[in-house]
């Protein structure tokens, strides 16, 4: 695909999704880099779930994306569940984020989490996550159901449409 934007494209769901995945591949094809959210900003995320009126890693984050963006555009995972924060990522930044919504039901991540043995995701934050979750409605919406491969094809034809 001919670059002409600086594309910031932020996966977001709950953990098990397979937001980290999608997001590398994606970004090594647009030739951008890739940064995991709740990876770099673990410590920040838990002292605002332990606090949920806290959104002190919003600021990190935005950072983040306006020095990416300035360079070549990013892709970025997080576990960005409610639409507050997502209203306030957007409002901070001067370039169009493209959401993407990993959408998978509790039974299909909690398998995943399963096989993977994700030890940091238990049971009980798994079902706080799916209780937390608010669905984007302006996003890319895709099923975890498909390959990987499926949804970064998905992803690719959706910018590709968007920015021509």
């Known amino acids: 695909m001919g670059r002409k934007e600086n594309f910031i494209i932020v996966l977001v769901g709950v ?3 397979g937001k980290s995945v999608v997001g590398e591949k994606v970004a090594r094809k647009l030739e951008i880099p890739f940064f995991d959210a709740d990876v770099l900003f ?3 995320l838990a002292t605002d779930k332990a ?3 806290s959104n002190e890693w919003l600021p990190a984050i935005t950072g983040l994306i306006a020095k990416e963006y300035a360079k070549a555009g990013c892709v970025v995972s997080c576990s960005i569940l409610k639409k507050e924060q997502r209203l306030l990522l957007a409002k901070n930044l001067e ?3 493209d959401w993407v919504f990993m959408r998978g039901s509790y039974d299909e991540v909690n398998q995943r989490l399963e ?3 994700a030890q940091h995701q238990t049971e009980t934050s798994l079902e706080s996550d799916f209780e937390s979750l608010e669905i984007p409605k302006r996003a890319l919406t895709v099923d975890i159901s498909f390959t990987e491969t499926e949804i970064v094809d998905t992803l690719l ?3 590709a449409r968007k920015y021509g």
């Open 157 to 159: 034809k959706y910018l």
């Open 15 to 17: 953990c098990g999704t």
């Open 95 to 97: 370039p169009t984020i």
């Open 42 to 44: 673990s410590e920040q």
């Open 115 to 117: 096989k993977s043995s």
């Open 51 to 53: 606090n949920t009126a």
